[in-house]
């Protein structure tokens, strides 16, 4: 009956946190646990909450692939198992359902595992789309859908089975290119109003080159206590992929200022990690034309300031999550966040 935020940490030596979030205003540590990593780039629960799962990435054997967590008691998670058959390259992102988990493989492919029984995971397929690079899968409805930063977005029948695809044998749907080259993360969203597909493709560029203002590109000194603050540049593509065979580019979400990192859709709300430009959360109803920052859609924004983070004053806002009415964020320089949307105020004349 208890909520609890399972946290990885970017060049934090293998460590994970766990901590009890039942009241947001007073969110504790439970656990953690260490593993042989030098960034765990992703952690991703089961819907059932059975397993959970941490990446790896610069393990010391350079034998990298994931470490399964058995969360049968969730304030205490204890390591079942470690797989890292074709994963040695480094996992940076992965996606859980209740039986299998998709990994990200070197950037190369996906790898699917079964992992109904957690303490014996298997391999059980794979998907590897030719001539690109692979950065992030979300699988819905039997589809995965991943982002390979040039190809754009590729969706693979994995279970679907309207174009025959399987788990151990995935089936190519169709593909769809950005036009920045840069596609980093997907989310897709059905929107219970109209029945349309929506993809939200992050396009991320971790520099601001070749701009009026270009910025501190300072990304290579993150790991330097107190250093400059880092920007970003990149935006969210809206790709209405109702018919996968003809995608259309309809809208987007675009700060000039800022760049776009994970995206979570719930409710007709987008609620975008954007880098230096903080929490935002954004109206995605109805239909979706043109650039959604200059239609009054924006809810509201959230920069965590912290003097105390590892680069003083500087959001950096990596992931954002709703969770029971609040919405919990994850900030580079200062950690784990919750907030709560308060309702708008009338205006009194």
Request: avoid cysteine; charge should be negative; aromatic fraction near 12%.
């Amino acid at each position: 009956g208890r909520d609890y935020a399972l946290v990885g940490t970017w060049g934090g030596d293998g460590w994970a946190y766990m901590f009890d979030i039942t009241d947001m205003a007073n969110m504790r540590k439970t656990d953690s646990v260490q593993i042989d990593a030098r960034t765990i780039n992703d952690v991703t629960i089961s819907p059932d909450g059975r397993y959970g799962v941490l990446s790896r990435e610069g393990a010391s054997n350079r034998v990298n692939g994931v470490v399964i967590l058995d969360l049968a008691n969730p304030a205490h998670p204890k390591i079942a198992s470690r797989f890292d058959q074709e994963l040695t390259g480094g996992v940076h992102n992965m996606f859980a359902t209740n039986d299998h988990l998709f990994a990200i493989s070197n950037g190369d492919k996906y790898v699917i595992i079964d992992v109904k029984d957690i303490y014996n995971p298997k391999r059980a397929g794979e998907y590897n789309h030719p001539n690109s690079r692979v950065h992030d899968v979300w699988v819905h409805d039997g589809i995965a859908y991943s982002s390979e930063w040039g190809t754009g977005v590729v969706a693979v029948d994995v279970g679907n089975g309207k174009w025959g695809g399987t788990i151990s044998k995935p089936v190519l749907i169709a593909t769809y290119p950005t036009t920045s080259g840069a596609t980093h993360e997907v989310f897709p969203y059905i929107q219970k109003s109209t029945g349309k597909v929506y993809l939200f493709l992050g396009g991320e560029i971790m520099n601001r080159q070749g701009r009026v203002w270009e910025g501190t590109n300072y990304f290579g000194q993150m790991t330097t206590k107190g250093g400059v603050a880092q920007t970003s540049g990149g935006y969210t593509h809206i790709i209405d992929f109702t018919d996968p065979k003809n995608p259309r580019n309809v809208a987007k979400y675009h700060q000039e200022e800022f760049g776009s990192h994970d995206i979570i859709v719930e409710n007709d709300v987008l609620y975008q990690a954007y880098y230096d430009g903080g929490l935002r959360l954004v109206d995605v109803s109805g239909e979706l034309l043109g650039n959604l920052a200059e239609q009054r859609r924006e809810i509201a924004v959230f920069k965590p300031y912290d003097p105390e983070g590892f680069t003083a004053n500087a959001p950096f806002v990596m992931n954002a999550m709703p969770w029971k009415g609040n919405v919990l964020f994850t900030d580079f320089n200062s950690g784990l966040w919750a907030a709560r949307l308060e309702p708008k105020q009338p205006v009194t004349p």
